[in-house]
């Protein structure tokens, strides 16, 4: 059953003045299965960052829909929009985006505080959640007391917090080591093993072949796709790797 059906979308912007338009996507269509794993991928330009920002409600389709669990995005009121993120979305981002002046338990209550949630409850949803992800004796620490591994553990357990239909995650691995990148990765896939549906926007081939589907972007479409089937990470990752060097080469046709 699909959870994120995506049809028809097109997005254009109007330059400052309004002299020329850019065509950032424009025909993007399909679907994620609830407790899918799927990564995103495509060049700088291809319009990763502009679908992904629609799909959290930060932006609106020119054209087609965003329909999550049977809810079209661009039907939701801008007064509406936060609580609806806070109520459907969980985040990963590059840059961790936590706050230094927080602990990291205060960091990942705060989707609860926003929502008015009280303090028992946040603790009840917390504790088990650290313990999956390994931070329960790192809860008192500030963000720059701990390391860019633990940072983003942190951040996995705020996107977690809020039971969200759908995680987002914007090149999280990014700014992590390789060490913490397969910690990061080894986390993806075991709360993905839970039934948590996963979205993530990603360069690196490394952090895609932990997915279970790639879908390739260029030119504001999806121009390819590839299923894990039964590849290990290794095959998948040498399938994604030379599907790009098609891609960049002109060497694939959609």
């Known amino acids: 059953m699909s959870i994120l059906e995506v049809s028809g979308l ?10 020329n338009k850019v065509e950032a ?33 930060l932006d609106k389709p020119t054209n087609g829909s965003i329909v999550l669990d049977g809810r079209d995005l661009a ?29 990291l338990e205060d960091n990942i209550y705060l989707p609860l505080v926003l929502a008015g949630k009280s303090h028992k409850e946040m603790n009840d949803r917390l504790m088990p959640i650290a313990s999956r992800l ?7 620490k500030y963000p720059y007391e701990v390391s ?28 992590l080591d390789s060490r913490a990148t397969d910690e990061l990765l080894k986390l993806f896939a075991e709360v993905n093993k839970l039934g ?3 979205l993530m926007v990603t360069h690196s081939v490394k952090a895609a072949s932990a997915a279970n589907r790639v879908l390739f972007i260029k030119d504001g479409e999806v121009f390819h796709q590839i299923y894990r089937g039964e590849s290990t990470n290794e095959q998948l990752y ?9 891609l960049a080469t002109g060497g694939m046709k959609k």
């Open 10 to 19: 097109k997005k254009v912007y109007s330059t400052r003045f309004g002299g």
């Open 25 to 57: 996507l424009k025909n993007v269509n399909f679907s994620v299965e609830h407790g899918e794993y799927v990564a995103i991928m495509g060049e700088s330009g291809s319009g990763k960052t502009t679908l992904l920002n629609m799909i959290a409600a």
């Open 75 to 103: 039907k939701i009121k801008e007064s509406a929009a936060a609580s609806f993120r806070r109520d459907n979305l969980g985040f990963v981002f590059q840059e961790f985006n936590l706050l230094d002046t927080f602990t």
């Open 134 to 140: 390994g931070i329960s004796q790192l809860l008192k």
């Open 148 to 175: 860019g591994g633990q940072k983003q553990r942190a951040a996995v357990a705020r996107a977690m917090i809020t039971n969200p239909k759908l995680i987002l995650a914007d090149e999280p691995t990014g700014a």
């Open 196 to 198: 948590q549906t996963i």
């Open 238 to 246: 040498q399938k994604i790797s030379d599907t790009l060097t098609l």
